[in-house]
């Protein structure tokens, strides 16, 4: 497809107030100032946008889609095992159900790509994925499949295990067991390079949980920590840097009290959700500016949505919210597309408007964080979304 006459928003380093955009087999082949637009291939189909803005797919980095199943109960909960406070052998691609509605609602919303996985229940939960949201089979919607491991620290963990008399009571206890785990699979690792080394050596027996945790010592996948409170951030940056994990810090609901300090130990941050209530007491300090705080101190900061909570579809409305509460709009823009892409190691196919990037496009007539305008086409690879 060629599309003609486009306000191209790349975030990248240019953008195209009149150009062009080619695509062809769900990937980007050429964009451009309209005057260096080439001729239609015979056959190729031709859309003239007639100025309208054409942005990248969003990129949610941060939800539960398809975990806990719109308009269900325990039936489509499958978000959390509240059975054990370590469970880093479950997958995310075990149990998503591209069949939820919200999967088509996120899709014509302009969110393209998605990160879901399991909940905070537990401090260790299991690995989460990249997908798109158009599809009916996980196993082909993925970028990728296991693209980090959550853990979680603050009242979540301490609420569900504190009522059935079972560690972690307190936030000692969570990072304990995090710790512990860690350490089992370091000393699980060790074992089996010994065994390689001398194959003579008693290969260690197989271990689920800290064979699943071997990716994230090697920073072959990254640790996502979900914590809110200040001293929570800090005990996760704490654990990151015992164990040298590629570390991304989820929520950080009191970032911007103390923006600088993150600043200054390099993790990024995904914030959100902004459109909810402080309905815990670790939220007591939920600011629509935390974004913008973070990014004028310099820390590397997507916005989420942490669908359920908020419906992924809300996206845009949610960077919205943070321009009100002074973030620059095209930061906000980015923060739901390039830099979501970038903090989640999957900018090589997803987040801008790129020659050899898929083709996941938006198109608006308006403004996409303006609560009246929704996206007047999608595709996704390539393929324009059904509504």
Same mark, same amino acid.
């Given at each position: 497809?060629?599309?003609?006459?486009?306000?191209?928003?790349?975030?990248?380093?240019?953008?195209?107030?009149?150009?062009?955009?080619?695509?062809?087999?769900?990937?980007?082949?050429?964009? =451009?100032?309209?005057?260096?637009?080439?001729?239609?291939?015979?056959?190729?189909?031709?859309?003239?946008?007639?100025?309208?803005?054409?942005?990248?797919?969003?990129?949610?980095?941060?939800?539960?889609?398809?975990?806990?199943?719109?308009?269900?109960? %325990?039936?489509?909960? !499958?978000?959390?095992?509240?059975?054990?406070?370590?469970?880093?052998?479950?997958?995310?691609?075990?149990?998503? #159900?591209?069949?939820?509605?919200? %999967?088509?609602?996120?899709?014509?919303? =302009?969110?393209?790509?998605?990160?879901?996985?399991?909940?905070?229940? #537990?401090?260790?939960?299991?690995?989460?994925?990249?997908?798109?949201?158009?599809?009916?089979?996980?196993?082909?919607?993925?970028?990728?499949?296991?693209?980090?491991?959550?853990?979680?620290?603050?009242? #979540?963990?301490?609420?569900?295990?504190?009522?059935?008399?079972?560690?972690?009571?307190?936030?000692?206890?969570?990072?304990?067991?995090?710790?512990?785990?860690?350490?089992?699979?370091?000393?699980?690792?060790?074992?089996?390079?010994?065994?390689?080394?001398?194959?003579?050596?008693?290969?260690?027996?197989?271990?689920?949980?800290?064979?699943?945790?071997?990716?994230?010592?090697?920073?072959?996948?990254?640790?996502?920590?979900?914590?809110?409170?200040?001293?929570?951030? %800090?005990?996760?940056?704490?654990?990151?840097?015992?164990?040298?994990? !590629?570390?991304?810090?989820?929520?950080?609901?009191?970032?911007?009290?103390?923006?600088?300090?993150?600043?200054?130990?390099?993790?990024?941050?995904?914030?959100?959700?902004?459109?909810? !209530?402080?309905?815990?007491?670790?939220?007591?300090?939920?600011?629509?500016? #935390?974004?913008?705080?973070?990014?004028?101190?310099?820390?590397?900061?997507?916005?989420?949505?942490?669908?359920?909570?908020?419906?992924?579809?809300?996206?845009?409305?949610?960077?919205?919210?943070?321009?009100?509460?002074?973030?620059?709009?095209?930061?906000?823009?980015?923060?739901?597309?390039?830099?979501?892409?970038?903090?989640?190691?999957?900018?090589?196919?997803?987040?801008?408007?790129?020659?050899?990037?898929?083709?996941?496009?938006?198109?608006?007539?308006?403004?996409?964080?303006?609560?009246? %305008?929704?996206?007047?086409?999608?595709?996704?690879?390539?393929?324009?979304?059904?509504?």
């Amino acid at each position: 497809m060629l599309i003609l006459h486009a306000y191209l928003h790349t975030m990248e380093e240019q953008d195209f107030p009149d150009g062009y955009l080619r695509f062809l087999e769900g990937r980007i082949t050429a964009l =451009g100032p309209m005057e260096e637009a080439p001729q239609p291939e015979p056959g190729e189909e031709v859309l003239d946008v007639a100025g309208a803005s054409v942005m990248p797919g969003m990129v949610d980095a941060h939800t539960h889609l398809g975990m806990w199943e719109d308009a269900l109960c %325990f039936e489509g909960d !499958d978000g959390n095992e509240e059975t054990d406070p370590v469970t880093p052998q479950l997958r995310a691609i075990d149990a998503v #159900n591209p069949m939820d509605r919200c %999967f088509a609602e996120a899709a014509a919303g =302009g969110i393209t790509t998605v990160l879901t996985g399991p909940g905070s229940a #537990n401090a260790i939960a299991g690995s989460w994925c990249a997908m798109k949201t158009v599809g009916h089979r996980v196993d082909d919607m993925v970028l990728c499949p296991q693209i980090g491991m959550k853990f979680a620290l603050g009242e #979540n963990p301490k609420t569900v295990y504190h009522g059935r008399d079972e560690a972690p009571f307190t936030r000692m206890a969570t990072a304990a067991l995090i710790r512990e785990e860690l350490q089992k699979a370091k000393r699980y690792q060790k074992a089996l390079k010994r065994h390689k080394k001398n194959p003579e050596e008693d290969k260690p027996e197989f271990d689920a949980k800290s064979h699943a945790l071997l990716p994230v010592l090697k920073r072959k996948q990254k640790a996502f920590f979900h914590a809110h409170r200040a001293d929570d951030l %800090f005990t996760a940056i704490r654990i990151a840097r015992e164990f040298q994990l !590629d570390a991304v810090l989820v929520h950080a609901t009191e970032g911007h009290l103390i923006a600088d300090e993150l600043q200054a130990e390099g993790y990024p941050v995904i914030a959100g959700p902004l459109f909810c !209530d402080r309905s815990k007491p670790e939220l007591r300090h939920l600011s629509i500016s #935390n974004p913008a705080a973070l990014v004028k101190a310099g820390v590397s900061t997507a916005i989420c949505t942490d669908h359920p909570v908020l419906p992924t579809q809300y996206l845009p409305l949610s960077a919205g919210l943070a321009v009100r509460g002074g973030l620059k709009r095209e930061d906000a823009l980015r923060m739901i597309t390039k830099v979501p892409a970038e903090i989640c190691g999957i900018a090589d196919r997803v987040g801008s408007l790129k020659v050899g990037k898929d083709a996941d496009l938006v198109i608006y007539r308006g403004d996409p964080l303006d609560i009246y %305008f929704q996206p007047e086409r999608v595709f996704i690879n390539g393929r324009p979304v059904q509504r």
